[in-house]
């Protein structure tokens, strides 16, 4: 029930083209549903967030679609520029007494962006 | 503000050395977190803290320990190091109070081998 599982395991989009990424949970407990990109050699940093109150939220050319129902949500990202090339990680935690906050990370997804 | 640093950068340890890591984090941040990071793994959790004096264990916390007698710094102890150790290491902190997770924040990270 703690799982996240992401997908693709790696994605190569030509610059210009849109990257997806999948994620899926099974915890209805969770409540924030965070993105991170990670840089070769560099921490995992916040990317785009959204909680379930809303079912998409956008931000520059990166936007979370989020469904509930489905226990599913996903990244996109518009017009993808060789600088976006690196390791995206999905993540969800709760507040609840199992979790204190705690974010489960997904397997995380390489992405390339050719130009 | 320097956010989360950790030291040291890179560190070679020989089976059955001993060491800590370092992490401060100058936000005022009241929960801490120790991740390892394996290839094609995602982020695992070790050990993470709410505050200072609290701790408890995470996802994989065999073979380390942690204490927390600041709010600013959280080490992470290794004791008898292992091959199975050899890793990359993150800290990252967060704010979290009202039932509601704010967003962590990573260090830069420990590559750690083991020979």
């Known amino acids: 029930q703690q799982q996240v599982k992401q997908s693709p395991q790696s994605l190569i989009v030509q610059k210009g083209g849109i990257s997806i990424i999948n994620c899926a949970y099974e915890?209805?407990?969770?409540?924030?549903f965070p993105w991170y990109q990670q840089f070769p050699g560099k921490g995992p940093a916040l990317l785009i967030a959204i909680r379930p109150d809303v079912s998409e939220k956008k931000e520059g050319r990166f936007t979370i679609s989020f469904n509930k129902s489905a226990k599913q949500f996903s990244l996109h990202i518009m017009d993808s520029q060789p600088g976006d090339s690196a390791t995206y990680f999905c993540?969800?935690?709760?507040?609840?007494?199992?979790?204190?906050?705690?974010?489960?990370f997904g397997q995380g997804t390489t992405l390339q962006v050719k130009p | 503000n320097a956010g989360v640093t950790q030291t040291p950068k890179f560190r070679i340890l020989k089976i059955g050395q001993s060491m800590t890591l370092q992490c401060a984090q100058d936000m005022n941040h009241n929960y801490m977190y120790w991740y390892r990071q394996d290839p094609g793994m995602g982020l695992k959790l070790i050990y993470y803290?709410?505050?200072?004096?609290?701790?408890d264990k995470g996802e994989v916390p065999n073979g380390y320990n942690v204490s927390r007698s600041t709010t600013e710094d959280f080490p992470l102890r290794l004791e008898l190091a292992a091959p199975s150790q050899t890793s990359v290491y993150f800290c990252a902190s967060s704010y979290s109070g009202r039932g509601v997770t704010d967003t962590q924040y990573f260090g830069p990270g420990t590559r750690l081998t083991v020979l």
């Open positions: 993540a969800a935690s709760g507040m609840g007494s199992s979790n204190t906050g705690k974010l489960i």
């Open positions: 915890n209805t407990a969770f409540d924030y």
């Open positions: 803290s709410v505050g200072a004096g609290i701790t």
